[in-house]
């Protein structure tokens, strides 16, 4: 079987997200009547974090549990990850003792390290470029809160807030996918150059559209989901002060703003959330929210994700192969120490 990460959603067709999304679907609606198929049945799933996240851990090793297999967690201090050993000997050992990689890196070149060294698929948990898995979810949760009747390739996406690593992901998905995708923020905060042009490629091909503007009320204003991340990172923190003053109280998602867009509209939110800063509890908790069926989409997403990358790869014996070894070293053991 071939090989195949997953680093970033351009490394895919329209037709093959698609395909990932259709599994995911199948393997939610199976998730709800408690029938999740063990297809992953005694596979294992390495997880190195050098960065924290509630949502990536617990989705991934959740999932991972009621496919069948099992997660390690691994952090640094407790692994060699580029320290004492190199990334590709890290890549290589674990390759040789777990059936598929999970990785959240603080740097993207570590993730495409650990990608080029591996013999087992590689999955993007997120790094400080983008974080492939999570839009993902995003375009399901979009796909269940859409107007009835109303194709994907119609949907209208505005992402307000600063050039995150969820911001070029979710301009590149939605761009793949043929729908139309602005972002919203003060112009030194803009999508950067480098990924519009990816963007403008990909609708293309899809007839997608981009737009990038310092108006949030004119991108909200016929906006099918509004999506809004946290106004820093991972040192930013003494950017804080310049940002907040960039951003608030123009680029913030409240119901002023909410107001401008369609009643339709759904607010969503990757979390974890600066409550009342990049949006307020009074949004974020309102029915027209839907970042917690968001969030829950994550667990289903890696199902879809770890299936798809991972089930083409396991071997599959025989029942009879089983039962030749099992009695083979069965006759071994009780001819050396049963007596």
């Known amino acids: 079987m071939e090989l195949k990460h997953f680093i970033d959603t351009q490394d895919f067709s329209k037709e093959e997200l698609l395909d990932l999304i259709s599994l995911t679907r199948m393997i939610k609606e199976a998730d709800k009547q408690g029938c999740t198929p063990r297809l992953l049945q005694d596979a294992s799933l390495a997880m190195i974090f050098e960065e924290p996240s509630t949502r990536t851990r617990v989705s991934f090793?959740?999932?991972?549990?009621?496919?069948?297999?099992?997660?390690?967690?691994?952090?640094?201090?407790?692994?060699?990850?580029?320290?004492?050993?190199?990334?590709?000997?890290t890549a290589q050992v674990l390759s040789r003792m777990t059936d598929v990689i999970m990785a959240r890196t603080l740097k993207h070149e570590t993730m495409l390290g650990l990608a080029k060294y591996a013999t087992v698929p590689v999955i993007n948990g997120l790094t400080d470029y983008n974080h492939p898995t999570q839009v993902v979810c995003d375009v399901l949760t979009m796909l269940e809160h859409k107007e009835a009747g109303k194709p994907l390739e119609q949907l209208k996406v505005t992402f307000v807030g600063d050039a995150t690593n969820v911001c070029s992901s979710l301009m590149h998905i939605c761009t793949?996918?043929?729908?139309?995708?602005?972002?919203?923020?003060?112009?030194?905060?803009?999508?950067?150059?480098?990924?519009?042009?990816?963007?403008?490629?990909?609708?293309?091909?899809?007839?997608?559209?981009?737009?990038?503007?310092?108006?949030p009320v004119e991108?909200?204003?016929?906006?099918?989901?509004?999506?809004?991340?946290?106004?820093?990172?991972?040192?930013?923190?003494?950017?804080?002060?310049?940002?907040?003053?960039a951003f608030m109280p123009a680029y913030q998602v409240n119901m002023d703003l909410l107001k401008k867009a369609p009643s339709h509209a759904k607010v969503m939110h990757c979390l974890p959330a600066s409550r009342n800063v990049e949006?307020?509890?009074?949004?974020?908790?309102?029915?027209?929210?839907?970042?917690?069926?968001?969030?829950?989409?994550?667990?289903?997403?890696?199902?879809?994700?770890?299936?798809?990358?991972?089930?083409?790869?396991?071997?599959?014996?025989?029942?009879?192969?089983?039962a030749y070894h099992s009695g083979r070293i069965q006759d071994f053991l009780e001819t050396r120490w049963v007596k």
Do not use: C
């Open 61 to 89: 090793e959740v999932a991972m549990s009621e496919l069948g297999g099992h997660a390690l967690y691994l952090k640094p201090g407790e692994i060699h990850l580029g320290a004492r050993e190199s990334l590709g000997d």
């Open 176 to 215: 793949r996918l043929g729908m139309s995708f602005t972002h919203a923020a003060p112009k030194k905060y803009q999508a950067p150059e480098a990924w519009q042009k990816i963007a403008r490629e990909n609708n293309a091909v899809s007839g997608g559209s981009l737009r990038v503007t310092d108006d």
């Open 219 to 245: 991108a909200v204003k016929d906006a099918d989901f509004i999506y809004t991340d946290l106004w820093w990172w991972v040192g930013q923190e003494a950017e804080i002060p310049e940002r907040s003053k």
């Open 279 to 322: 949006a307020t509890d009074e949004v974020l908790d309102s029915p027209r929210s839907v970042i917690f069926d968001q969030a829950e989409n994550r667990l289903h997403t890696e199902k879809g994700l770890l299936v798809w990358l991972v089930y083409p790869r396991l071997k599959r014996p025989s029942g009879s192969l089983k």
